[in-house]
């Protein structure tokens, strides 16, 4: 499953360096910038959480592809790679969400 996350990023570079925004959704949304991205991203998330509240399950996956999708982009435009957060998620494996929490706060 995680190679599937991997080949969606890698066709988004590709997109990102080689389509024409005029033929590809993901060139045109990296051309419209960091704030469209962070919108398209944003609005993604509601309707996942919107389809998880009050739709079925068919529903919910649907709009966690896209939230997945959209979360990529943002990832891609700044220079992180799905490796960098499975990295991380490794990292917190084994610890209390809480105590991991707690920790995050006193670093800050």
Known sequence: MVNILQELFEIIEIRRKTASPQKSYVAKLFARGKQKIAQKTGEEAVE???????????????????????LCILWADKGIEPEDVLKEIKSRMGKSGLDEKAARKADR
Do not use: W
């Open 48 to 70: 996942t959480v919107v389809a998880y509240l009050s739709e079925g399950k068919k529903e919910t996956i649907n709009e966690s592809a896209d939230l997945l999708f959209h």
